[in-house]
């Protein structure tokens, strides 16, 4: 994320805004979570503000600012979380199938639960 992220204000919409961030009690993880409150009606439009979502989240931690802001997530295992409103439609599936492998890759962790 650029510089003047901010840490509040959540929603998926707001592309360079950081969610929540907190530590996972049990694990010890760094937790960045994405606050999704969209329905899928259009599901190309609500995949690319995910994505795009998402793209500034692992900016945010890879250029270092997550730990600039946070100093005692340093050296955390880290996960990115999304909280959906509503459930994944069967065609946005194979999305979360190849974020999922994309950010382990990059050897973070990945998980997406709906209310």
Same mark, same amino acid.
């Given at each position: ?5 901010? #840490? ?23 937790? #960045? ?39 005692? #997530? ?40 709906? #209310?």
């Amino acid at each position: 994320m650029a510089s003047s992220a901010r #840490l509040s204000q959540m929603t998926v919409e707001k592309i360079e805004v950081v969610d929540f961030i907190g530590i996972d009690d049990p694990t010890g993880r760094a937790v #960045l979570t994405i606050s999704d409150h969209l329905p899928w009606e259009d599901v190309k439009s609500h995949l690319f503000i995910l994505q795009e979502k998402l793209n500034a989240y692992l900016r945010f931690i890879e250029c270092g600012e997550m730990t600039a802001k946070r100093p005692e #997530l340093a050296g955390r295992a880290i996960i990115i979380s999304v909280f959906l409103k509503f459930p994944i439609p069967n065609e946005a599936e194979w999305f979360f199938a190849k974020t999922l492998a994309a950010i382990e890759a990059a050897g973070f962790g990945f998980e997406v639960r709906s #209310l």
